[in-house]
């Protein structure tokens, strides 16, 4: 009869490791494009509909706080993106494996899928608030209906 060899876990191996959630993770991967592709379609959404409400295009908006309310959902997109690359920032820190006796960081192990989610966190998030504020400069820059 053989006795199994003791397999160590995750917080035996690491006993210092903090731990980046998995729904930080994934929040930090996918809130950024989310914000962006809401802030895209509600805003066309509303500009085509005060720009064009039937057959005949309008010289201004219908609606007398559509670029406020437009602005105000850009605001609302680049504070989201900021936090989700905060949050993914965090992740990236709290996915570090620490080995308290060394002093430096272990080999990579099992544990590199969080990093690589918090990487692609950052990533995709920083690309996409450029996306968010190249949008918003074109409504602060461009008129809004055909006038």
């Given at each position: 009869m053989t006795v199994a060899a003791h397999q160590p876990?995750?917080?035996e191996e690491l006993p210092n490791q903090r731990r980046a959630s998995l729904l930080a993770l994934w929040t930090g991967l996918v809130a950024a494009p989310l914000a962006w592709a809401v802030q895209?379609?509600?805003g066309y959404a509303m500009t085509a509909h005060g720009c064009f409400p039937r057959d005949v295009p309008l010289q201004a908006p219908l609606l007398s706080g559509l670029r406020m309310g437009l602005l105000l959902g850009s605001v609302l997109a680049i504070a989201i993106a900021l936090g989700a690359i905060a949050l993914s920032c965090r992740s990236?820190?709290?996915s570090r494996p620490v080995d308290a006796t060394a002093g430096r960081?272990?080999?990579i192990g099992r544990d590199g899928r969080s990093r690589f989610l918090a990487a692609s966190g950052i990533l995709t998030s920083?690309?996409?608030?450029i996306a968010?504020?190249?949008?918003?400069s074109?409504?602060?820059l461009s008129p809004l209906c055909g006038g």
């Open positions: 876990s995750r917080a895209l379609q509600v990236w820190v709290h960081p272990p080999p920083v690309l996409f608030l968010i504020i190249f949008e918003t074109a409504l602060l």
